[in-house]
Nanobody, 124 residues
Framework: VQLQASGGGSVQAGGSLRLSCEAS????????MGWIRQAPGKERESVGV????????FLADSVEGRFTISRDNVRNTVYLQMNSLKPEDSAVYYC??????????????????WGQGTKVTVSS
């Protein structure tokens, strides 16, 4: 499974960005895809995860109400829509996948496949 993330950049606080992640290869329709971020000097944090089937979504408390994840099953692509961005959202964002669905927000180490990171910088 290969994951190709895109869409990072710089934005002012209060702005929006949308990240995309296209999956290719032997992706599992019974699996899930999500986003993880890591800020300088901090541990990795799961931002959110969505199941391919059913689309059930789990988000971190820190982004609930501001971020959402959507999926396009035809294009094998997931999107992270980030609104009302804050400087503390600045991080490298990674998309990741696993072959089984989830019922909670899982930690980063529970993802099997990872894409390259894309940097998000939010200025105050």
């Amino acid at each position: 499974v290969q994951l190709q993330a895109s869409g990072g950049g710089s934005v002012q606080a209060g702005g929006s960005l949308r990240l995309s992640c296209e999956a290719s290869g032997r992706t599992s329709r019974n699996g899930a895809m999500g986003w993880i971020r890591q800020a300088p000097g901090k541990e990795r944090e799961s931002v959110g995860v969505v199941n391919w089937i059913g689309g059930r979504l789990f988000l971190a408390d820190s982004v609930e109400g501001r971020f959402t994840i959507s999926r396009d099953n035809v294009r094998n692509t997931v999107y992270l829509q980030m609104n009302s961005l804050k400087p503390e959202d600045s991080a490298v964002y990674y998309c990741a996948a696993r072959n089984t669905r989830v019922v909670v927000l899982i930690p980063p180490e529970d993802f099997t496949y990872w894409g390259q990171g894309t940097k998000v910088t939010v200025s105050s």
